[in-house]
């Protein structure tokens, strides 16, 4: 049967009324506080292979200890490798060679251009050509019209420039003994001198063996020294050699006399000295006057070096005798340091030097270098070999 229209009103009513109850009561009801949560953000891994669950350990960082003072008596290794890197630097240290700087001794003829240079001598031969600089290589290159600081054996020091350059070569003593080299003689058997075409051949026989790169001093004609260092590169320690007057020598001599027998070193030699001595016994029909005690104090030598701008006293020990292949004597040689501390002689962990005319320390790390060998050598006693050093071949008989 068809509804009628209050039918459907009447039905339209209840079906709105809870509707609109709720929505009177969402309009007249407050909002709530609103709440906040942070959420960490997440990182999604990125697909990766199944592992096993490894633990992972903390890393602690190391405590490191403040720099302690170097004790003058300590050889101690470098701490970083500036020392390493110093002792390898071109110009850290070069002998001083009649004002010339000794720039290097594996010096190369491709370097070189021009004519061959005759230098006269009385006894022996020297020549040399002029270097190319650009001819150099970069290792050296550093060198070229460097300014360095030349030292003396008493500590005093000046500055000047390395200036031309030249490859040098020399020998001492009786020429006629180079290979390939015929020189005439009187029938007394006195040499005639030798001719252009001679003096020719025996300056081509000396520069083959030529290696010592050097360099002319230039910019104060009065300097001058033993070694010499690039200016540019950290101030070494430089010891000063002082003089002692023979009632202060005599002093240090017995002190040293006192303690000296006890040094490993001194130790090793006094066996060999007493091998020696049986040797010759066995040798010889007559007894030798040498004995331990003597010739401690015969062949003992001392030199005393005070740091420059520090506390450090330094003294140089020398026992034994040098060997000229002359003699059938005790020739082994060694040689300590001590450092002087008031009234104590303590001695150093590194040896000492035979006949050194300067000591420094040239990277400051505790360990000692020094000229010797009448200038021509620059020794140490750190972990890098020697510095440099050079010789002139010599033909003859040196007795």
């Known amino acids: 049967m068809a509804r009628s229209k209050l039918d459907t009103l009447i039905y339209a009513t209840i079906l709105l009324a ?66 390493t890197t110093l002792a390898t630097e071109p110009g850290a240290a070069v002998l001083v060679h009649e004002r010339q700087l000794l720039l290097s001794t594996t010096g190369e003829q491709a370097w070189t251009r021009g004519k061959l240079r005759a230098h006269p001598m009385e006894d022996g031969m020297a020549a040399s050509k002029a270097v190319d600089p650009t001819r150099l290589p970069a290792q050296l290159q550093p060198l070229v019209d460097a300014r360095f600081v030349l030292h003396t054996a008493d500590g005093s020091s000046c500055t000047a420039n390395a200036g031309a350059l030249s490859l040098y070569a020399r020998q001492d003593g009786e020429l006629e003994f180079l290979e390939g080299i015929e020189l005439s003689y009187t029938d007394d058997g006195d040499p005639i001198e030798p001719t252009p075409a ?89 007894p030798t006057e040498l004995t331990w005690h003597g010739f401690l104090r015969d062949s003992l030598k001392l030199s005393r070096w005070d740091e420059l701008g520090g506390p450090r006293q330094l003294l140089n020990v020398e026992l034994g005798d040098s060997d000229q292949g002359c003699g059938d004597y005790f020739t082994d040689q060694i040689a300590l340091v001590f450092t002087l501390a008031g009234e104590q002689l303590q001695p150093h962990t590194d040896a000492g030097f035979i006949g050194p005319n300067a000591i420094m320390d040239l990277e400051r790390d505790g360990h000692l270098e020094a000229v010797t060998t009448n200038g021509h050598a620059i020794e140490t006693r750190g972990p890098a070999t020697a510095h440099q050093s050079f010789e002139f071949p010599y033909h003859g008989c040196r007795c």
Not at 45 to 57: F, M, N, R
């Open 18 to 83: 809870p509707l609109a109850t709720a929505i009177g009561y969402i309009t007249l009801t407050p909002e709530p506080e609103p709440v906040i949560v942070t959420i960490p953000a997440l990182v999604q891994p990125s697909p990766q292979p199944e592992l096993a669950a490894t633990p992972v350990t903390p890393v602690t960082p190391p405590t490191l200890e403040p720099p302690t003072s170097l004790e003058p008596t300590t050889s101690l290794e470098p701490t970083t490798p500036e020392s």
């Open 198 to 286: 001679q003096q020719l051949a025996l300056r081509k026989a000396v520069f083959a063996d030529a290696h010592l790169l050097f360099a002319r001093l230039t910019g104060n004609p009065r300097c001058n020294g033993l070694w010499a260092r690039r200016a540019e590169l950290p101030a070494p320690t430089v010891f000063a050699a002082v003089t002692l007057d023979e009632a202060a020598h005599a002093a240090l001599k017995d002190r040293v006399l006192a303690v000296i027998e006890a040094q490993p070193a001194v130790v090793a030699l006094k066996i060999d000295f007493d091998a020696y001595l049986a040797e010759y016994a066995q040798n010889y029909d007559e």
